[in-house]
DNA sequence: CGAATTTGACCCGCGC
DNA sequence: GCGCGGGTCAAATTCG
C-alpha cells in the first residue's frame, strides 16, 4: 500500500504515513502520527497547572496510546498522580509515609518519562530516516540507476535491503517510459558510446551535475540509437576501425574523458534523444546561455533562406550537448535555438539554469510521451502541465525519432506560430500558476525581453529566482508527479477546434518543430 | 601561433 | 536504386 502511495507520485505525508506504516513496528493512527511527529506533549490548553503535572499528564496518554496502539506492555500503567494518590488513600498512613511513597511514585514517572523519551527518540529518528529514505527513493527516480555516495553512507544494513526492495518496486513506475523504449529498441552498444557513458557515473559529476539534468537522463536514456548521427558513428567505428575519422571520433568520446566506472545501462548517447526548442527574439546570432559553444557545421536548410548553425558544447571535453541555432523563416528577428544532449559537466549558474530547464523539459516530454501509447495525447497533457506560461506557447512534436519540445519566448504572438504545418502540435496555455511562471523565462535575451515587457526590473532578479525554483530537486518530481496524474486521465484531443492539432508521426521531422 | 570559424565533402536515413 | 536533405567532419581560413 505504501509502495503503491509511491508509485502514484503522492509524495505528500500519506506517503511518510504509508511508510511509518511500514516501517513501524505496528500500524500508528494519524493522530498518534502527529503527536509523535509534533511531540506535542505542552500543549498549553491548561495554562494554570504547573508544567510537571502537565508533563506529566501528557506522557501518561501518551503512554496509554502508545499501550492499546503499540501493543507495548510498558512497566508503568496508565495513572497519574491523582489516580494513584487516590489509590493511596486506602491503605498508607499519612505524614511522611505518604511523602515517601509519592516520591517513590515521582521517581518511577520520571525513570517512565526517560524511557517514553527514549522511545520518542527512537520512533522519531525511525521517522527521519524514513523520510531520508522518501527522498532516497525521489532521487532514484530521478536517477534509478546511479546510487548516490551520499545515500550509500547514510543507510546501511537492514534499511539499505528495504530500500532496494522498494526501489525495485518503484522503479517499475518510474521506468515505465524507459522499459517501453528498451523493449522497443536496445541495439548493442557502441564501446565508445559505453565510455562516453563513464563520466555519468562519476561520482564527481554526479556531484556537480544539476539534478535536472540526471534526471533527464533517466528518462532519455534509453536505447536511443536512433539519432543518425550515432548510428553513422557506430557504424564508422564498426566498420573501419583504424581510420583516421575513427580514431579521432574515439580521441573525442573516450580518451579526453576520465575513465570511470561504467554501467551498461547508462547510456549517454540516449541523452539526445528528446530535443528542447527555443524560440526568442534576438539581433544576436544566437541567445546567451551561459555556455560556451563551438561551431562545427552550417547549412541550409530546406524551406529556410538562413543557414542552420551546429554548435556543441566546449565547457568539458566529450560533453555530448548540441544546439542549433537557426533564424526563422518566417520572423527573422526570432532566433530558434534547438538544444540536444544533456551537459556531463559542472555548469556556472547562468547556465545551470537553463540546462536545469531544458533538462526538466526534455524529461518531461519523454517520460510523458514514452510512458504511454499514445505519445501524442500524453505530451498535449504534458505541455499544458509543464508550461503554462502565459502568454508563451509551448509547441511539442513528440513524434519518433526525435521528440521536441518547443518553448516560445517570443513575447507576442508569432504570426508565423500559425502558419505552421497544420499537422502541427501546438499548445497555447492560459494563465499559469504563479509557480510555473517564470519557469521559461531563463533563456538569455528572451529573458531579458520578458522581463523588460512584464516590469521586473531586473532580469537577474528572474533568473535567480528560477534558479531556485529549478535547482530544487523536488521541482521536478513535483512536475513529474503532476504530469503523471494527468497523463493518466488525458483523453484525445484529436482535430480538436483550437489550435491543438496532430502531426503524423511519419510526417513529422525536427524542422516542423523548429519552425 | 593556437584557437575558432568557415565551407565543401561525405555519410546516412528516408521517401519515392 | 536513386535522389534529397540533415548532420558531421576536417582542411582551409580567419581571428585574437
Redesign the pocket.
Known sequence: MAKFDIMNHSFDHHVLNSLHDQELPVAVPEEQRRLVNEMDFFSDKNPSRDSRNVEIKKESVQQSELNVNTGLNLLTTNTTVSDKATVDKGGSPPGTDKRTSNETELNRMNSENQRLKAMLNQVNNKFYTLQMHIVTLMQQQKNPKAESTEETKMIDGDLEERRRRNVLVSRQFMDLGQALISDKDEPPQSSSEGRNRDCYESPHYREHIPMAAFESQNYGNCGDH?N??F???K??CE?REDS??EQ??QE?TSNKVPKLQCSKDFDQATTRKARVSVRARSEATMISDGCQW??????K???NPCP???YRC?MAVGCPV?K?VQRCATDQTTVITTYEGQHNHPLPPAAMTMASTTSAAASMLLSGSMSSADGLMNSNALARTLLPCSPNMATISASA?FPTITLDLTNSPNPSQFQRPQSQFHVPFPNPPPTFASMPQIFGQALYNQSKSSGLESSQEMMRATAAITADPNFTAALIAAITSIIGNVQPERNSSNNNTIRNH?ES???DSIY
Open positions: 536512433e543518425p548521427a548510428d553513422r558513428r557504424t564508422d566498420e583516421p575519422r579521432d571520433f573525442w563551438r561551431k562545427y557545421g552550417q547549412k536548410a530546406k524551406g542552420r548553425a551546429y566546449t548540441r542549433q525519432p511519419s521531422k525536427m524542422e
